[in-house]
Every structure is written in C-alpha cells, then in structure tokens.
Nanobody
Framework: EVQLVESGGGLVQAGGSLRLSCAAS????????IGWFRQVPGKEREGVSC????????YYTDSVKGRFTISRDNAKNTVYLQMNSLKPEDTAVYSC????????????????WGQGTQVTVSS
C-alpha cells in the first residue's frame, strides 16, 4: 500500500520555524520526485517546493524562496521542508506528493498524495 504521511505541522508565531516531514512507503522512493503543496479553503492548491529523484535539484515558488528549504533522505524514504521566517500568509494545509514525470510545481505531475498537515502562523 502506497502511503505518504506528513508530520511537523502546528501553530507558530510569525517569524518562527517549522520542519515538515513526509514519510513514504509502498513504492520505490528513489524513483520519484517529491513535491510539497499547500491549500487554503476556497483557493487552489499551490505548489510550494519540489525535489528531483536523482540529483536532488530543487525548485521553489517565489513567495518562499530564501525562507524554505527542501531536502530528501533516500535511506529513510523521507523528504523534509524546513520553513523559516514564517508569515501569516503561509498558513495552509501542507501536503506532499510523489510523481515520476519529473520535479515541478504543478499538481498534475504527481501520482500519490498524502493527507496533509496543518500549518498555522499567527501574527
């Protein structure tokens, strides 16, 4: 059974940090790019960051560049999203996803999805 399980969300004050984890199982992790997405009720899902399967090339949406860092540990089948200098507008449900097409910030590139973890940034 394919599973992607996010953890690490929570409530933090503006300027604070959180590290999200995405633990994968049920598929060959090394063969998949992993993306992080976020969604606020009433708005479309937004690609935040992604990392390629091979050389670890990463991409970020403009609003998080310089604040968020994505990394992967293939030995642990886990991808991390370090989020620093958090802002209230970062508040959302964050989900990770896995896909074989290639790294990118479009949801359609990803086949498997986790349930998400809530991140709330207070002002």
């Amino acid at each position: 059974e394919v599973q992607l399980v996010e953890s690490g969300g929570g409530l933090v004050q503006a300027g604070g940090s959180l590290r999200l984890s995405c633990a994968a199982s049920g598929f060959t992790f090394d063969d998949y790019a992993i993306g992080w997405f976020r969604q606020v009720p009433g708005k479309e899902r937004e690609g935040v960051s992604c990392i390629s399967k091979s050389n670890g090339t990463s991409y970020y949406t403009d609003s998080v560049k310089g604040r968020f860092t994505i990394s992967r540990d293939n030995a642990k089948n886990t991808v991390y999203l370090q989020m620093n200098s958090l802002k209230p507008e970062d508040t959302a449900v964050y989900s990770c996803a896995a896909g074989t097409v290639g790294a990118g910030l479009l949801p359609l590139l990803y086949r498997y999805w986790g349930q998400g973890t809530q991140v709330t940034v207070s002002s």
